[in-house]
Each structure stands twice: as structure tokens, then as C-alpha cells.
């Protein structure tokens, strides 16, 4: 009988704060399925504390100090770890050609092939890409340059 009216609960508060959680989640994510995860965790959260509240406005207060708190976390963690899925990579390209530079973009030093892809697949400014890698904007931009530059000379030598 406790699940039904814990299940009832967690309804209930989707109901009522479920939009104002997802748009400060989307805001502070920029993705929805990461804001969706948010949250699901601070539900998941609320459940594991399951805390006493004075009334409304402190209960919702909690809710969204918690959500926004999961959403920095998250942003952490996706500095500290970049990553591009390779598979959804190869999808979004249309013709051979593009997948063949694919595949020699993933041919490059880690190094390279990071900033490559941040700036000109998930459309990262210079200042960004410095604040995920965690260097400069000028280290940035010469990484840039070099690995369009190894990128040509790889290209050129598989597929020329």
C-alpha cells in the first residue's frame, strides 16, 4: 500500500512542479534527456530523504535546489569527461565521402580529433571547447590548426 501513495506522491509532484524542474533543467543542460535524467534523480532523491517540509513553498524550494544542484553535477562530469558517440556520429552522415572523413578524423591524436569534433560537429565557440579541455583559447586554436592540418594530409594520402 506504501508504493501506491509514494507513486501517488511523486505524480503529484510532477504535476505540479514537473514543468518548472524540466525548463531549469533544460536551461541549465541544453539537452532534454539529460534534463529528463535530472529529474528523475531529484524524484529518486526526494525518495531516499524522503524530508519533512513546513509547507509548500519549502517543499518546492527543496526541489529545486536539489534539481539544480543534480544539473551542476552533471555538468561536471561532462567536463571532466567529453566524450562523442562515434556511432550516432557515422549516422549523421549522409553521403560515403562524409563518412570517410569520419574515419580519418578518428585516425587523429585524441588531442586533435577532441577540439575537431567539439567546434566543428557540436558547434563549440573557441572559449568553450578551452573551458571543457581545460586550456586556453590560444592552445585551442592551435590545435585546431593542426589537426585541420593533419587531417588534409591524412585524407589526401587515403582517399586521393
Known sequence: MQTNTT??????????????????????????????????????RYLQKAPNFRD???????LFKV????????LRYRKRHPQVDIDTQYHLT??????????????????????LILYYVEGYRIHEIAEIIERSPSAVKMRLQKGRKLLENTYRKEYL
Open 94 to 115: 549522409e553521403k560515403e565521402t562524409d563518412a570517410s572523413l569520419l574515419d580519418a578524423l578518428m585516425e587523429l591524436p585524441e588531442r586533435f580529433k577532441l577540439v
Open 7 to 44: 507513486a501517488e506522491k511523486i505524480e503529484t509532484l510532477l504535476q505540479t512542479y514537473g514543468n518548472g524542474l524540466f525548463r531549469l533543467s533544460l536551461v541549465m543542460l541544453r539537452n532534454e534527456s539529460d534534463a529528463e535524467d535530472a529529474i528523475q534523480d531529484t524524484m529518486i
Open 67 to 74: 534539481c539544480t544542484n543534480i544539473c551542476h553535477d552533471m
Open 56 to 62: 509548500a513553498d519549502h517543499e518546492k524550494a527543496w
